[in-house]
């Protein structure tokens, strides 16, 4: 019988051996919990939430919402669990934490495909079809492992990202495009000029934000000396420290004053759509809803929708642009797959999806079938293309988002939900159609 590896029981690699293990394939997993722990996990169930117990928005018109549709479809044992254990969250989808792990720890040792084994792996398994999802708290021996072969500059241990906006939502009446100094093709940035005034009232208000509780200080302090400073430590060190730093007006006249601003914000394009933007420089752990009210205040922000928040956490991922194919194998070693938020995807959903599309591939290196992408009109497919042809110099890991889809086709269509409803639908009508033929199951019917 056919035979795969899976190495981690979290949310992806739970997910990959379900997958696997329904197309008949023999699944051994590995999970080094209980025996050896992370720095978050507190049990030693299967696909354990170590922080917030949502995932997140359940209407299509939201793409996390879209993108658990999808898995849905599809057979996911993450979603399965996470809608028997559902409680009341208002729109969003959220779960009783133990029933869940319980209820995915027991599908999977049940499962008659399936043996699972109580063991830290510490190497890359060698030999056979694997899958590793040891997240980003993989253990120490095996983040060694892994740094020796993507070699050295293709594994990140920080994760400090700064806030990614959809450009749909900026107010381009407020903002000028500009290199400084001209540079590059002299108009590569967004730029959100202040007044003496606005800065002064942002400087203020990034100062009384609430910060978010580092989930370990330690992480705090490793970061702030690699040099990733958030943009509140910065503010910090005096009122015009972030005009000194990321803030900095040099080599910026705006057009319609024909003068320096006194700060500006940069944004810079962040896929090759163009669009999303990430507010260079800007960093930060500051709390979601303070992000988002402090955020607002830079001008043309003011209506901005963010399609990822600022966080900073040790975080272990790969640089999949040079290292993965969109389904999820290695560009170097066939038959070898991540899954997970170590390859550059953030969220439990997002992970969960990453090991869908591994459990699947994995499944069909191992019958002999070539691996297969998903098309790009789904969410699952553009998370894949995202994370594997974004942008290696500057890659961060990423949520699902609207602004990774490509566009409708046709007339534009002005209201913004309409617009959302009728990519999930796309979306959806896509996998009906592409998921028989192309995965040999049926994806289930409403
Ligand atoms: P995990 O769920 O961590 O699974 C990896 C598994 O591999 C674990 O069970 C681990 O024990 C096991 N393992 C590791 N090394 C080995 C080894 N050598 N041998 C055998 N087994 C091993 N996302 C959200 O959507 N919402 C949140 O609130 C949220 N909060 C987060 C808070 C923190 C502190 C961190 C670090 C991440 C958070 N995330 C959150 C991001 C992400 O969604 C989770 O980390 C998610 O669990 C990732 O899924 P995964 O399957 O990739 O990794």
Redesign the pocket.
Known sequence: QPHITV????????EAAWQAASRGVRVTL????PK??????RTGL???????N???GASLENAVGLLKEEMRRLGSLVMREALANAVPAGGALAVDRTGFAAGVTAALEQHPNITVVR????EIPDEGVVVV???????E???AAILRFTGEKALSFYDAAAPIVNIETVNMEKVFRMSRYGKGEGDDYLNCPMTKEEYEAFYQALLSAEKAMP??PEDERVCFFEGCLPVEEIARRGPDALRYGPMKPVGLIDPRTGRRPWAVVQLRQDNAAGTLYNLVGFQTSLKWGDQIRVFRMIPGLEQAEFERLGVI???TFMNSPRLLHPTGESRTRTGLFF?????G????????A??LVAGINAARRALGQEPIAFPRETAIGSLMHYITHADPEHFQPMNIAFGLMPPLEGPTVKDRRARKRMISERALEVLASWAPAALGLPAAAE
């Open positions: 190495v981690g029981a979290g949310l992806a690699g739970s590995y999970e080094m919990r050896v722990s992370t720095a978050v996990h299967f696909a354990e939430l170590v922080c917030s949502s995932l997140r063991e830290e792996v510490r999802a040891s997240g980003p708290l993989t253990s021996p095996l983040a989930h370990n956490h040790r975080n899954a997970g938020q170590m390859t995807v953030e969220g439990y959903v997002e992970s969960a990453g090991g």
